[in-house]
């Protein structure tokens, strides 16, 4: 039996719709398994064709099930084919939530700003109305399955920035939405994470309130007048979420934000001393982990912005015609990066003009390939976007050769034209081949390839 931080629970008693019983028992319980599908890639054939025991819909995300157990992903190639993300259900109220106070809104730019390893990015790429989204991580070594989870999703207009939060300070009044998953002291994944247990601690929930509030104040100037700001923790604790919520306010014109709950969802909407409102997820009362989030919009802003901008190198005729036969190509531009080919929407080309006077861009559009003595070779991340062709020629393959593929290892289709094919499993797209006549060449990424037997 998990033993709670006693000082925890002490912490929590005066906390509005927190029962002590409920929360124990909670924790003497395995954490529910969520996944997420990727709805730019499914259609009704592969989805009842995923070999995954479905429960229950999320009841906040229209895209989110429970599953019967956790099944070993690792060995299903649909999720390397990006069909879905299995991410904490709690976590999913994001997709309610913004899809609730902007589904009128079109063409906005959203900041993730603490982004690794990906799930709620994903949820951002999936809201029409984001024409662009930036994924940002600022601890190096989280960045590479950031980018892996990124590509593929496969949606072309997520960028994915390396940048601590003072980065983005001179961007004033640049985002739309943006979203603050802040690092926090992680008292609401003890049922997923023994290790969270033994890190609590009173001190360092306080060491954490101070970090947020520092993040937050770096990232603010980047908001504009009448934008979204939506602040997450991991955190039951009221320093880290209402004081929080009080800080905001007092150092912001700020209004908050509420969205109407379904009585039998059990979260907890809470209020803060000046008018806060944000939302409580508790094990035992919600079908998840301990989650809090909160919502406001900012009234006013005192600054005003003019960004330079840095010309990009746009592709040749004769560079772009080589890409005819890969990618759809209508609202587009193809940019050239030495002697790669990167395919991002056209509409957010010029926001690439401005973001890259100030921030380390990691991605920025889709990798399409290299052009070498002018043949073009295309690249793994293409195939997996949803820019890439589907009348390409492909190998249908089953689920072993599948795991063949993924594991780099070789497998021999016979006697067929020798050139490029796609790898498709239940119609997804896994990535690339190239048949040689006498052999075949496995274009899998060789860091993402499974090694578990």
């Given at each position: 039996m998990i033993e709670l931080p006693s000082k925890l629970l002490q912490s929590l008693a005066n906390i509005e719709g927190f029962d002590l019983e409920t929360f124990l028992f909670a924790h003497t319980q395995p954490a529910p398994v969520s996944i997420r599908f990727n709805q730019q890639k499914l259609n009704d054939f592969n989805l009842e064709s995923l070999n995954l025991p479905l429960s229950t819909k999320v009841?906040?995300?229209?895209?989110?099930?429970?599953?019967?157990?956790?099944?070993?992903?690792?060995?299903?190639?649909?999720?390397?084919?990006?069909?879905?993300?299995?991410?904490?259900?709690?976590?999913?109220?994001?997709?309610?939530?913004?899809?609730?106070?902007?589904?009128?809104?079109s063409g906005l730019k959203v900041l993730d700003l603490c982004?690794?390893?990906?799930?709620?990015?994903?949820?951002?790429?999936?809201?029409?109305?984001?024409?662009?989204?930036?994924?940002?991580?600022l601890i190096k070594t989280r960045v590479s399955i950031l980018y892996e989870n990124i590509v593929k999703w496969g949606a072309p207009h997520v960028l994915i920035t390396n940048n601590d939060p003072a980065d983005f300070t001179p961007l004033k009044d640049y985002f739309d939405t943006i979203l603050v998953d802040a690092?926090?002291?992680?008292?609401?994944?003890?049922?997923?994470?023994?290790?969270?247990?033994?890190?609590?601690?009173?001190?360092?929930?306080?060491?954490?309130?101070?970090r947020q509030k520092r993040i937050l104040a770096d990232v603010l100037p980047s908001l504009r007048e009448g934008g979204i700001l939506v602040y997450a923790t991991c955190s039951y604790s009221s320093e880290e979420n209402e004081d929080i919520m009080d800080w905001l306010m007092q150092h912001a014109v700020f209004e908050p934000v509420a969205v109407e709950l379904q009585d039998s969802w059990n979260i907890v909407e809470t209020h803060s001393d000046m008018g806060g409102i944000g939302y409580r997820f508790f094990p035992g009362k919600t079908n998840g982990e301990g989650f809090f989030i909160a919502c406001f919009r900012l009234i006013q802003t005192q600054s005003s912005a003019w960004f330079p901008e840095k010309k990009l190198e746009i592709a040749n005729a004769s560079e772009i015609a080589l890409l005819k036969e890969w990618v759809n190509q209508d609202g587009i531009t193809v940019i050239k990066k030495n002697d790669s080919l990167m395919v991002l929407p056209e509409i957010i080309a010029p926001?690439?003009?401005?973001?890259?006077?100030?921030?380390?861009?990691?991605?920025?559009?889709?990798?399409?390939?290299?052009?070498?003595?002018?043949?073009?070779?295309?690249?793994?991340?293409?195939?997996?976007?949803?820019?890439?062709?589907?009348?390409?020629?492909?190998?249908?393959?089953?689920?072993?050769?599948?795991?063949?593929?993924?594991?780099?290892?070789?497998f021999n289709r016979g006697d067929f034209i020798k050139g490029w094919y796609v790898i498709r499993y239940n119609l997804l797209r896994l990535g690339l081949i190239k048949h040689l006549g006498n052999r075949i060449n496995n274009y899998y990424p060789a860091s993402w390839r499974i090694l578990k037997s």
């Amino acid at each position: 039996m998990i033993e709670l931080p006693s000082k925890l629970l002490q912490s929590l008693a005066n906390i509005e719709g927190f029962d002590l019983e409920t929360f124990l028992f909670a924790h003497t319980q395995p954490a529910p398994v969520s996944i997420r599908f990727n709805q730019q890639k499914l259609n009704d054939f592969n989805l009842e064709s995923l070999n995954l025991p479905l429960s229950t819909k999320v009841p906040w995300c229209k895209d989110g099930f429970y599953l019967t157990e956790r099944p070993k992903f690792i060995f299903d190639p649909a999720i390397h084919a990006g069909a879905y993300y299995v991410q904490e259900s709690s976590s999913m109220f994001l997709h309610y939530l913004l899809s609730t106070i902007q589904v009128q809104e079109s063409g906005l730019k959203v900041l993730d700003l603490c982004a690794a390893p990906g799930g709620k990015t994903t949820i951002l790429a999936s809201l029409p109305q984001f024409k662009m989204v930036i994924a940002n991580e600022l601890i190096k070594t989280r960045v590479s399955i950031l980018y892996e989870n990124i590509v593929k999703w496969g949606a072309p207009h997520v960028l994915i920035t390396n940048n601590d939060p003072a980065d983005f300070t001179p961007l004033k009044d640049y985002f739309d939405t943006i979203l603050v998953d802040a690092p926090c002291s992680g008292s609401g994944l003890f049922r997923k994470d023994s290790k969270a247990i033994d890190e609590w601690s009173e001190n360092n929930v306080k060491l954490c309130a101070e970090r947020q509030k520092r993040i937050l104040a770096d990232v603010l100037p980047s908001l504009r007048e009448g934008g979204i700001l939506v602040y997450a923790t991991c955190s039951y604790s009221s320093e880290e979420n209402e004081d929080i919520m009080d800080w905001l306010m007092q150092h912001a014109v700020f209004e908050p934000v509420a969205v109407e709950l379904q009585d039998s969802w059990n979260i907890v909407e809470t209020h803060s001393d000046m008018g806060g409102i944000g939302y409580r997820f508790f094990p035992g009362k919600t079908n998840g982990e301990g989650f809090f989030i909160a919502c406001f919009r900012l009234i006013q802003t005192q600054s005003s912005a003019w960004f330079p901008e840095k010309k990009l190198e746009i592709a040749n005729a004769s560079e772009i015609a080589l890409l005819k036969e890969w990618v759809n190509q209508d609202g587009i531009t193809v940019i050239k990066k030495n002697d790669s080919l990167m395919v991002l929407p056209e509409i957010i080309a010029p926001e690439i003009q401005v973001l890259q006077q100030f921030l380390h861009l990691r991605k920025s559009g889709v990798l399409a390939g290299t052009v070498i003595r002018n043949q073009f070779i295309p690249e793994h991340e293409l195939i997996l976007s949803n820019y890439c062709r589907n009348d390409l020629p492909f190998f249908e393959v089953d689920e072993f050769e599948a795991l063949q593929y993924l594991r780099k290892q070789e497998f021999n289709r016979g006697d067929f034209i020798k050139g490029w094919y796609v790898i498709r499993y239940n119609l997804l797209r896994l990535g690339l081949i190239k048949h040689l006549g006498n052999r075949i060449n496995n274009y899998y990424p060789a860091s993402w390839r499974i090694l578990k037997s």
